[in-house]
């Protein structure tokens, strides 16, 4: 069982429970174990007893569980929760606006099983009678119903960015003197995204009708006074909030999230004898407020330093911001250069000049120019006598452009029984190496890793490219012990990559920060296959971001000089 199929299990528990409507504490127990063990970058199957236990959220009885699963593949526990419904039940959650308590309620009083018996007895009027339904709800019902079939789920983060920023500038040019806040998951700079969330600060309630009227909107989901929804052309679904000048960090807190940061925010809250929402900081008893207008006056009411919106997601970060110690996180505008790109030579759609000449207009101070090795013949990858002639050209370049240093690299692939694709005395006369995998991304995982690991024993391997190969949405992970990869990773210094490309974003953030801590170099590249593309540093930053990543574990933040010092090839 991987990690997201026990995960999924606590889930559906957490779920169960509340249909259930059973003890609050119980609930959240499961929830925050699922969200752990979902985001936690080692396979829990494979762990002890005693690593189990040391998992956030994870205590005797949690850790016995996941031991049970992992030997019979089933939880007797769950099974038994599963035994008192119908398992289509959980379907029912899922749909929009539709809550445990909402389905508890459809289940008790009109055994209602499924969707598509939700979806007749909504058609035929039965549900508004239902005590706190209503008409109104029930034509709700029907819409998420509809939703449903087409709703196409997640975004990626650069695509939900755009779409969340064109939406600002529609409702700033209306509305000059509110400030609009994205929030939520891109906020966070999350990989995907499941929505856009828009805080409108110091709204009037007569901004909903402008946000309804935006050209791209498809349909009208929800409209309030200070909340309304709607799906916007292209499948996204986009909330806009309005709140109270007083309420600005409150609200900018809460709607930020991620859920489980803000859970443990609010317990901190309340064992200091506070409560806190989206309004505001209050005193229990007297509700005197404390803190709402800065999001820094309410972790500091909270006794913690500002928390970074990438890293709130209960992965230690409050800890960390008690202790004054969390770290200083890259930027883009730490990044130096960039070490992964492509010319007309093999794929990409731009030849070596006009990479240089945009690298150049980015202020890059160095590049690698790595283009394909001839196992990728699609990509007319180039074989050892072209890849030196190439690297011949690249170094020509340089002087071209001031205060730019063209370095000559490759990427190299790594062929299905680890051994690299160019011969070493090719490789050895080149700046930079970035070792891939581009073929047989079937392999088990046995395989998969040995492949790498070999791959990662070669002195001239300095980079390992798009290490588990995933696209977004699309393509899952080569089957891969990560653990093992960046194990290797750390006793050799090689580089892992975090590729910019905006489906990769590989390493992601859990793995980035796994390898981090081991002490293995990262690497923030673009993989550019054209000059616009190297403008793609932002959404790897994000994920470097997210894995708690500081200027100094990043090659890419160094010198020239530093940089070299540092390559693999120079270290032994
Ligand atoms: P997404 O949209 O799936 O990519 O993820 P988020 O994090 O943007 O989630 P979303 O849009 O459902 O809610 C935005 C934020 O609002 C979320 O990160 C935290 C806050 N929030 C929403 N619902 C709850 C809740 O039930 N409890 C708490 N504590 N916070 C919530
Ligand atoms: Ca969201
Ligand atoms: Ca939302
Ligand atoms: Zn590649």
Redesign the pocket.
Known sequence: MDNRQIAQVFADIGDLLEIKGENAFRIRAYRTAADTIAAWPDAVARMDDRALRALPGVGKDLAAKIRELVETGTCLYHQELLQEFPPTILDLLRLQGVGPRTVALLYSTMNIRTVDELAEAARAGRLRDLKGMGARKEALILKAVAERHKDTG?HLLPDTVSVSAELVAYLRERAPSVDFIP??????G?E??????VLAVGGEAALMDVFIAYPKVERALGHGDTKSSVRLRGGYQA?LRLVPHESRGAAMQ??????S???VL?DRAIQRGLKLN?YGLYRVGDETRVAGETEEGIYDALGLAWIEPEL?ENRGEIEAAAARSLPRLVSTADIRGDLHMHTTVTDGRDDLESMAAGAHRLGHRYVAVTDHSKALAMANGLDERRALEHAARVRALNGRFEGLTLLAGIECDILPDGRLDLADDCLAQLDLVIASVHSHFSQDEPAMTDRILRALESPWVDVLGHPTGRLLLKREPYRLNVDAVTGAAARHGVALELNCQVDRLDLNDAHARLARERGVPLVVSTDAHSVTALGNLRWGVSMARRAWTTPDDVLNTRSLEDLRRLLRRNRT
């Open positions: 997640r929030v939520g998951s891109l906020r966070r999350c995907t995204c499941g929505d856009i969330d909330d809460y709607f930020t999230g991620s859920k940061h803000n859970i609010r989206e709130r």
